[in-house]
């Protein structure tokens, strides 16, 4: 069975970094591409970026080039999805997903990481 | 703003049926799969229809998606309580080099 295991919550300041976690299993981890949305408060869904863990050849959104870092460690098949410096905007839900065989839909989704950043 | 055009909300009885709509361009929907999700608040979205039409192993025939020329449609027949909840259609931009969203459209079955 596919799963996608995601990090637990966090709770930031302005300024602090952050790495969160998601930890495939139940398939081939570096075969398939493996990405990440964002959803803030109220709102809809954000692509931000894709890896490719085999060679870890990494595309983002323009919206989120340079504001996040993405990137894997096969050897223990998780993802990161990674901030240098949090801001307020930053707050929001944020998930992993794989694309299917087909294209660059999701079609399985880790479970989400609310992340909140506050001073 | 969304690259992808959807309306904010739709709403029908129970039975009946209802579409969502998914407008887009010539560098989006035009020449690429279109795909739609459901979410349920606090949860993470679920496939619904992927390459334009297709369903994933498990959601039923009263789901069904079209395309046509830069639009994509979500049709829900046999309309269920349950089945209140956001959808959103997506698909890749070839200019953007990135994967787009509508800004979702919340169902209300009356």
């Known amino acids: 069975e596919v799963q996608l295991v995601q990090s637990g919550a966090e709770v930031k300041k302005p300024g602090e970094s952050l790495k969160i976690s998601c930890k495939g299993s139940g398939y081939s981890f570096t075969r398939f591409w493996i990405g990440w949305v964002r959803q803030m408060p109220g709102k809809g869904l954000e692509w931000m970026g894709i890896?490719?863990?085999?060679?870890?050849?990494?595309r983002y959104s323009p919206s989120f080039e340079g504001q996040v870092t993405i990137s894997a460690d096969k050897s223990i098949t998780t993802a990161y999805l990674q901030w240098s410096s949090l801001k307020a905007s930053d707050t929001a839900m944020y998930y992993c997903?794989?694309?299917?065989?087909?294209?660059?839909?999701?079609?399985?989704w880790g479970q989400g990481t609310l992340v909140t950043v506050s001073s | 703003q969304s690259v992808l055009t959807q309306p904010p909300s739709v709403s029908a009885a129970p039975g009946q049926k209802v579409t969502i709509s998914c407008s887009g361009s010539?560098?989006?929907?035009?020449?690429?799969?279109v795909f739609w999700y459901q979410q349920f608040p606090g949860t993470a979205p679920k496939l619904l229809i992927y390459d334009n039409n297709k369903r994933p192993s498990g959601i039923p025939d009263r789901f069904s998606g079209s395309k046509s020329g830069t639009s994509a449609t979500l049709d829900i027949t046999g309309l269920q309580t349950g089945d209140e909840a956001d959808y959103y259609c997506?698909?890749?931009?070839?200019?953007?080099?990135?994967?787009?969203f509508g800004a979702g459209t919340k169902l209300t079955v009356l």
């Open positions: 010539s560098s989006n929907i035009g020449n690429n799969y």
């Open positions: 997506g698909t890749w931009d070839t200019s953007l080099s990135a994967v787009i």
């Open positions: 997903g794989r694309p299917g065989a087909t294209g660059w839909y999701f079609d399985y």
């Open positions: 890896i490719y863990p085999g060679d870890s050849d990494t």
